[in-house]
């Protein structure tokens, strides 16, 4: 693994997971196992072969909680895939714990391309207005009925926080912490989400989606269902996006001003919790941090 991260994180050899598989999963016994460089904070993912991808939890669990958000995340897929003009990663498997490794994991099918958050991309309206499309599908989803799941950005309504304070006082040796301090209460004032919540992605990170030859091709991390605040949805704007692609993503994605105004506080709150816990552990994810919130102090 590329870093270690989190309390609890352990670090595996792409010799583990192929023996995990071996024993697990004996039709890609004897496949190649690599592990995929990815600036990811929740999953270790090790290529088996051509096709298949191993998706180990940085810090394993196994409890009925994270089965069911295995089970949950794998029924997301294939309603995903139903919806989406893009390729989504199609369930295969769930592994159990194995020496040295006390959670349980998956197995997905393999999707090729680049992750955003290794490209240059940053004013591509193409790229903005397709991305917005897919998020735009997502959130047509149907939600009636189900409640704020209090889980992830946009999963309760945006509040201020005494992580995030702290997090601006924390990140003061690499960001103006008045401009900061402003950009959050400005969010926390704009009018709150109080129609019913959305169907949500809930974490359109760069590093959720792949490209082909230029053109948006496919998500990574298919996530469990999530309702909620559908502002959380327009950080790509901040976390990705330079103009003209900002303003072509935000008017895409057909929101009103108040809720532009809390997707920026999404995305600052994102960015300022990661700029100091990653800043040592995480340089990829550091840095498109650093580069949101200097979007979003100087916007």
């Given amino acids: 693994m590329d870093y270690v991260m989190h309390e609890g994180q352990v670090e595996l050899a792409a010799g583990e997971v192929a023996a995990a598989i071996a024993a697990q999963f004996s039709d890609f016994a004897g496949l190649p196992v690599e592990h995929v460089e990815s600036a990811g ?5 090790f290529r088996v072969g051509e096709h298949v991808v191993a998706r180990l939890p940085l810090v394993p669990t196994d409890s009925d909680v994270a089965r069911e958000s295995v089970r949950s995340e794998q029924e997301h897929a294939i309603i995903l895939t139903d919806i989406l003009d893009i390729a ?15 959670g349980v994991w998956s197995l997905w099918t393999w999707l090729p391309g ?4 290794r490209l240059t991309v940053s004013r591509d309206v193409r790229l903005a207005t397709d991305l917005a499309t897919v998020i735009g599908s997502i959130q047509s ?24 304070r702290e997090s601006i006082d924390r990140s003061a040796h690499l960001i103006d912490r008045v401009r900061a301090t402003a950009v959050w209460e400005r969010a926390l004032s704009a009018r709150p989400h109080i129609d019913p919540p959305l169907r949500i992605h809930g ?37 990705l996006f330079e103009e003209p692609a900002r303003s072509t993503f935000i008017t895409a994605m057909g929101l009103d001003v108040a809720a532009q105004e809390r997707g920026r506080g999404w995305a600052f709150e ?3 919790g990661g700029l100091h816990y990653y800043e040592h552990t995480n340089p990829v994810f550091f840095s498109q941090a650093l580069q949101t919130l200097e979007r979003l102090l100087t916007e």
Avoid: C, H, K
């Avoid at 904070?41 to 993912?45: I, K, L, M």
């Avoid at 989504?88 to 006390?102: D, K, S, T, W």
């Avoid at 989803?141 to 995030?164: E, F, Y």
């Avoid at 996530?223 to 605040?229: E, K, S």
């Fill in 41 to 45: 904070t929740v999953v270790a993912p």
């Fill in 88 to 102: 989504v990663p199609q369930p295969i498997g769930v592994g159990e714990p194995f020496e040295g490794y006390a």
């Fill in 114 to 117: 680049r992750s955003l958050d």
């Fill in 141 to 164: 989803l149907p939600s009636v009925g189900l409640p704020w799941n209090g889980v992830g950005r946009g999963g309760s309504p945006l509040a201020d926080t005494t992580w995030v």
């Fill in 203 to 239: 974490d359109p990170m760069p590093g959720n989606f792949l490209m082909n030859d230029g053109v948006l091709t496919g998500m990574v991390d298919v996530g469990t269902p999530a309702v909620g605040d559908p502002a959380a949805d327009l950080q790509p704007a901040w976390v």
């Fill in 270 to 272: 994102m960015a300022i």
